[in-house]
């Protein structure tokens, strides 16, 4: 019910930016994060898409009893027309805290020690890039990666 595919069509007439629309619930003992805007749990969908145009504020759902974790919630816009760089480094970064699993994808939250090397440049990256956590959490390597996707192919 929370997993999805999205397919953004970049090729389409002048869509130039994937905005990344990261939003991350609590319920006080779980966290929650999501990055589409099409699973079946409609209200925890986001404003994630392909566009002419940059997006400027964050869009959530607001489903009951999950209170957005704003702190760990962010957009960032990427510019496909590889003019910014070739690549879009995607960094997924899990943190465990013995009980629990949040999971980041963005670089830039206001919870910094969590942001990730997520990036368009001109290289693509090999190596994932985690902040080091806080308050008892811990990298999750076994679940964070990088992915590279080569926007000039």
């Known amino acids: 019910m929370n997993s999805a595919v999205y397919n953004g069509d970049r090729f389409g007439s002048g869509r130039r930016y994937l905005n990344l629309h ?4 609590h319920n006080g003992s779980t966290h ?3 990055l589409l805007p ?3 749990n409609a209200t925890f969908n986001t404003g994630t898409s392909i566009s002419t145009t940059a997006d400027t504020a964050l869009e959530c759902g607001r489903p009951s009893g999950w209170p957005l974790n704003s702190v760990n919630s962010a957009l960032y816009t990427a510019d496909l027309t590889g003019v910014s760089g070739r690549y879009l480094n995607l960094h997924q970064c899990v943190y465990n805290n013995g009980t629990s ?14 942001n990730t090397g997520t990036r368009v440049s001109n290289t693509a990256d090999t190596t994932v890039v985690c902040g080091p956590g806080a308050g008892g959490w811990r990298l999750d390597t076994a679940n964070s990666a990088v992915y590279a996707i080569d926007l000039l192919a």
């Not at 994808?105 to 919870?111: I, S, Y």
């Open 101 to 114: 699993l949040y999971t980041n994808l963005l670089p830039n939250t206001a919870n910094t020690r969590f």
């Open 38 to 40: 099409n699973t079946k």
């Open 32 to 34: 929650y994060t999501n």
């Open 22 to 25: 990261q939003c991350v619930y």
